[in-house]
Nanobody, 121 residues
Framework: QVQLVESGGGSVQVGGSLRLSCAASGFDLSRNCMGWFRQAPGKEREGVAR???????YYADSVKGRLTISRDNAKNTLYLQLKSLKPEDTAMYYCAAGGCGSWSPGEYSYWGQGTQVTVSS
């Protein structure tokens, strides 16, 4: 059974940092395309980072230079390092599996429950 469990969210001030984790079970994370998405209240879910099995990474323009996606194959865990956080980064953050080459949430087959990030000024 495929399962994704996010953790690491919290409340930080502007300019702060967080590291989100996504523990995977039931499949080999390193053999799949993985992505991080976020959804703010009243807004559509948007992709912010993705990583391919070969290790290539891609980022949305709005987060380039501030977010870093990575994975630990031995722990079967995906990470998202967030730095220089802004109030507009406030959202529920989700990890997802599938969707190689796509930012469309509909192309991803498996989702975690999300972890909340709140950035205050």
């Amino acid at each position: 059974q495929v399962q994704l469990v996010e953790s690491g969210g919290g409340s930080v001030q502007v300019g702060g940092s967080l590291r989100l984790s996504c523990a995977a079970s039931g499949f080999d994370l390193s053999r799949n395309c993985m992505g991080w998405f976020r959804q703010a209240p009243g807004k559509e879910r948007e992709g912010v980072a993705r990583i391919y099995p070969v290790g290539a990474t891609y980022y949305a323009d709005s987060v380039k230079g501030r977010l870093t996606i990575s994975r630990d194959n031995a722990k079967n865990t995906l990470y998202l390092q967030l730095k220089s956080l802004k109030p507009e980064d406030t959202a529920m953050y989700y990890c997802a599996a599938g969707g190689c080459g796509s930012w469309s949430p509909g192309e991803y087959s498996y989702w975690g429950q999300g972890t909340q990030v709140t950035v205050s000024s």
